[in-house]
């Protein structure tokens, strides 16, 4: 499995994008870069998946650059309610046989 | 989202109780597993099941005990816990176990 790195903690204030990057240097050719978003006393959700270049949905967006050994999840004024922790995690997602696994991620606070 | 549904939400038990956490998921998944998470702390991967088989156990206590009667549905029987083992347990599943996990709201345990 494929270790990720990401920041301990980031600050914002409202308004402002974020940039939370993660690092995995030992990613695998057919490994996809999912990232998810936990809110206090719940379970984490989905937020966005990629495998290269870019990819935008409604809530997020994420950049991964050629050599994929990074990958940044970007959002776009963010407001109070965008507190929470994001996890990166990375994984085959055909092999059907190894789970994902949740690291530290990364604990955003979104100041007025 | 209702995807994935935990009983109770709110649990109060003494060390010397028995009870049960039961997890349901309606989405057709085919692996389901079970996390801890403390105050403030990671995510921890407890148990997993996959097509009702149970594929990881990561060297969780044997006063927690998992079980799988169909895909759909996962217990956690919990017998004897310490205080320190109050949390928040949540379940998650997944199509297939390396893709999207889908987490359930969690059953928040205090053990006294």
């Known amino acids: 499995l494929a270790k990720t790195t990401q920041p301990i903690s980031m600050d914002s204030y409202e308004g402002q994008e974020v940039n939370i990057t993660c690092s995995h240097n030992?990613?695998?050719?057919?490994?996809?870069i999912t990232w998810y978003q936990q809110f206090p006393s719940q379970g984490p959700r989905f937020i966005i998946q990629?495998?290269?270049t870019k990819v935008t949905n409604e809530v997020a967006s994420l950049f991964i650059p050629a050599d994929r050994k990074s990958s940044t999840l970007s959002l776009p004024r963010v407001s109070l309610s965008d507190t929470a922790v994001y996890y990166c995690l990375v994984g085959d997602k055909d092999s059907g046989n190894t789970p994902l696994v949740f690291g530290k991620g990364t604990r955003l606070s979104v100041i007025a | 989202e209702t995807g994935v549904t935990q009983t109770p939400r709110h649990l109060v038990m003494g060390m010397t109780n028995k009870k049960s956490l039961k997890c349901e998921q309606h989405l057709g998944h085919n692996a389901m597993y079970w996390y801890k998470q403390s105050a403030k702390k990671p995510l921890e991967l407890m148990f997993v099941?996959?097509?009702?088989?149970?594929?990881e156990n990561n060297s969780v206590p044997s006063r927690f005990s998992p079980e799988c009667p169909n895909s759909s549905h996962l217990f956690l029987h919990l017998h004897t816990l310490q205080p320190e083992d109050s949390a928040l347990y949540l379940c998650a599943s997944s199509q297939t176990m390396a893709e999207t996990q889908y987490f359930g709201p969690g059953t928040r345990l205090l053990v006294l």
């Open positions: 099941y996959n097509f009702k088989e149970q594929t």
């Open positions: 990629g495998y290269k």
């Open positions: 030992n990613i695998a050719t057919n490994d996809y």
